[in-house]
């Protein structure tokens, strides 16, 4: 079984930004990918970004709503991700989830909350 705990998030003003952690401890077996959804009121949960094994290498791929703003990195020796937004709008609010998609199975992590207002 594999735990998440997401950091990172907060309140900010439109235009400015916020880097969220997900760092992942426990049973990590073979990682097929890692990734960040956001799930605002009243709205389903979406893909936000992700890194994804793809042959002996990752790829990221991005929602079209973050595409130039946001960045997902990850470092492997501390088994984290990294989420780096910026530019925030006021309906980048939501509460974020970190999601890990490995040889045991999918994990969520708790959500952290952005709120993006002036």
């Known amino acids: 079984q594999v735990q998440l705990v997401e950091s990172g998030g907060g309140l900010v003003q439109p235009g400015g930004s916020l880097r969220l952690s997900c760092a992942a401890s426990g049973t990590i077996s073979s990682i097929y990918g890692m990734g960040w959804y956001r799930q605002a009121p009243g709205k389903e949960r979406e893909l936000v970004a992700g890194i994804i094994r793809g042959g002996s290498d990752f790829v990221t791929n991005y929602a079209d709503f973050v595409k130039g703003r946001f960045t997902i990195s990850r470092d492997n020796a501390r088994n984290t991700i990294y989420l780096q937004m910026n530019s925030l709008k006021t309906e980048d609010t939501a509460v974020y989830y970190c999601?890990?998609?490995?040889?045991?199975?999918?994990?969520w992590g708790q959500g952290t909350q952005v709120t993006v207002s002036s």
């Open positions: 999601k890990f998609v490995g040889l045991g199975g999918d994990s």
